[in-house]
């Protein structure tokens, strides 16, 4: 295809005046398919803003767990995806996975109904599924620490998948004990058992990379995303959810400097002169970045010509009970 950029757009633009579609970009999207989004947001954003969203289709560019989660809660709506890119979390659990997690657990003395599985949104829709089925919830990064406190309520043990290190730091900010399935010994002892995942993005950051920035630019302020190393969290100023770093650089004063540790694309568009990507490599999120505005356009066109590609679908099941699973978080 031979088109410019800007041609591009102004056949997206057209195509969505015409159809009854909305454009859903997350943060992380490339900036050229950002700006198309009607609607854009981080992941609890975007699931919120889709429930209250009146068209036929909806056109998602982000990971496919995000795509599934809108059509799991809206299972009337027509979710596509210009790309299904699975994100490397996610990929790291499936149901096989899950199910080993809560036998390690049984292993280490701690009955089934005695477990409160709750997965960060970062999961597939099966995986979601066999949550709601043992009671547990979704949670995303903004209100982790939120729904881990009602889950706390109920006097069980939390199994946390997939992201070990959203887990850590949520059991360190609420001053609870954690450990790792297969990397920690008595795992019984612990408050949050963690599953281990983790984000091969917001792995690229380092505490070399916070020495270096606290050195050049000293009084720099350190914000990064809790799926950031534990470690690493420690010796930063602010750990925040894509939405919270947003604000939180926002309402820094102009002169203060900031080095944030999230994904680039986010990162370079916030990026105004006193803010910094807190690596010395890209912190490009591989699977975020597969969407191209080329594939937004031919999956509109698809929409047009009635044979629309790439369109989520879920079984029965899976629908019925990672609904309930992320209703169980819309709830609180
Ligand atoms: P948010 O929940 O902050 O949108 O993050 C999703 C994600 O994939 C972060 O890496
Ligand atoms: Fe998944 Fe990490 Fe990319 Fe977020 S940044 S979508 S967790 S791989």
């Not at 925040?240 to 990162?267: C, D, H, M, R, W």
């Amino acid at each position: 295809m031979n088109y410019t950029t800007e041609e591009l757009k102004a056949k997206i633009i057209d195509l969505k005046k015409r159809l009854d579609v909305t454009v859903v970009s997350h943060f992380y999207q490339r900036d050229e398919v950002f700006e198309m989004g009607d609607i854009t947001g981080d992941s609890l954003e975007l699931a919120k803003k889709t429930m209250e969203d009146d068209s036929a289709f909806v056109v998602f560019c982000g990971v496919a767990f995000m795509g599934e989660s809108v059509k799991v809660l809206n299972p009337e709506k027509r979710v596509v995806m210009p790309k299904q890119a699975c994100c490397s979390m996610a990929r790291m659990i499936d149901t096989l996975y899950y199910d080993e997690s809560v036998r390690a657990m049984e292993t280490a003395g701690i009955a089934k109904e005695n477990i409160l599985p709750i997965t960060y949104i970062n999961s597939n829709a099966d995986v979601k599924a066999k949550v709601g089925e043992m009671g547990g919830m979704v949670c995303t990064s903004s209100n982790a620490k939120m729904i881990i406190e009602a889950a706390l309520k109920e006097n069980k043990k939390i199994l946390f998948i997939p992201d070990r290190c959203l887990g850590q730091n949520i059991a360190n900010m609420m001053g609870l004990k954690s450990a790792v399935i297969g990397i920690d010994e008595n795992i019984a002892d612990a408050d949050i058992i963690c599953y281990d995942g983790f984000c091969s993005v917001h792995q690229l950051f380092s505490i070399d990379d916070i020495n270096f920035y606290r050195k050049k630019f000293p009084g720099i302020k350190i914000a990064v995303h809790p799926e950031c190393d534990p470690a690493l969290c420690d010796k930063a100023d602010f750990v925040g959810s894509t939405s919270q770093l947003i604000k939180y650089i926002q309402e820094l004063p102009e002169e203060q400097k900031v080095a944030v540790g999230t994904e680039f694309n986010l990162v370079n568009r916030l990026r105004q002169k006193n803010t910094y990507v807190l690596s010395s490599t890209k912190p490009e999120c591989p699977t975020m970045n597969e969407t191209t505005l080329e594939d937004l356009y031919l999956t509109l066109k698809s929409i047009e010509e009635s044979a629309p590609i790439n369109e989520v679908t879920i079984d029965a099941n899976t629908q019925k009970w990672a609904k309930i699973a992320l209703e169980r978080m819309m709830a609180l």
